[in-house]
């Protein structure tokens, strides 16, 4: 491709990139406007909650119909969200599925507590989503396995990360997690092994920032192991 098409190429991926990061964002915004109306009512109904739930999604995913919840998951899928966020989504999603299609009454305090976790995935999504675009463009890249994760880091600026290899280094947990998510449990220990290789490299204060983190996938990897033998 000549020079002067590249250039052209770039602008408008990056005029792209603006405009889905000013629509997440209105998004964003305009979701937890009305989280918190639903919050200042004094009568909540279920339906009101379950279908702004729904409506975003529709949105974050810039789809056209409607879908059930199970449909969502499968949509979710194809995803880049990061594994405690994907959590606290599963678990939102798991208060709906069972009841999607039942009258249900819950408790105003039940429902407060549904729109806070509401409220977090909402930020979490959208901050993932549209903090740097063009890093987690190559992020996702790596985790789908296009691109050798340690391309990341010529990209990642100092001031943006104390240190890259703590990029790298969350990127593997990612592809660790997708790989138990498939069932694939040899290519999650190989990811595992190339993490703590990683890992080895910091020092004392960002190994300790991470320990929780890599202890924990550890742990989710010998369960999904044993679940799976």
């Known amino acids: 491709m000549p020079r002067g098409e590249e250039v052209r190429a770039s602008m408008e991926l990056l005029v792209k990139e603006r405009a889905r990061e000013k629509r997440l964002d209105l998004l964003r915004r305009d979701t937890v406007r009305k989280i918190d109306f639903l919050r200042h009512k004094i009568i909540i109904e279920y339906r009101e909650v379950y279908q702004l739930i729904r409506e975003f999604f529709k949105e974050f995913l810039e789809k056209r119909y409607e879908f059930t919840i199970g449909e969502l998951r499968t949509e979710l899928r194809s995803v880049y969200i990061p594994h ?33 976790r ?14 740097k675009l ?7 890249r790596a985790i789908r396995g296009d691109e050798d994760p ?9 001031n943006e990360s104390n240190d890259a290899n703590k990029i790298m280094i969350l990127t593997l947990i990612e592809q660790c997690y997708i790989a138990m998510d498939k069932h694939n449990i040899k290519k999650a220990k190989s990811t595992y092994h190339k993490l703590l290789q990683a890992y080895e490299t910091l020092d004392d204060m960002h190994k300790e920032e991470l320990y929780a983190t890599v202890q924990q996938t550890y742990r989710d990897l010998l369960a999904r192991e044993k679940m799976l033998s």
């Open 150 to 158: 340690s391309t990341i880091i010529s990209e990642v600026p100092v």
């Open 84 to 116: 405690h966020t994907r959590a606290s989504i599963k678990q939102l999603l798991d208060n709906f599925e069972a009841t999607e299609y039942a009258t249900v009454h819950y408790a105003r305090d039940d429902l407060i507590k549904l729109l806070d």
């Open 134 to 140: 063009s890093l987690w463009a190559k992020i996702i």
């Open 118 to 131: 509401f409220e977090e995935v909402v930020e979490q999504l959208v901050h993932t989503h549209t903090a």
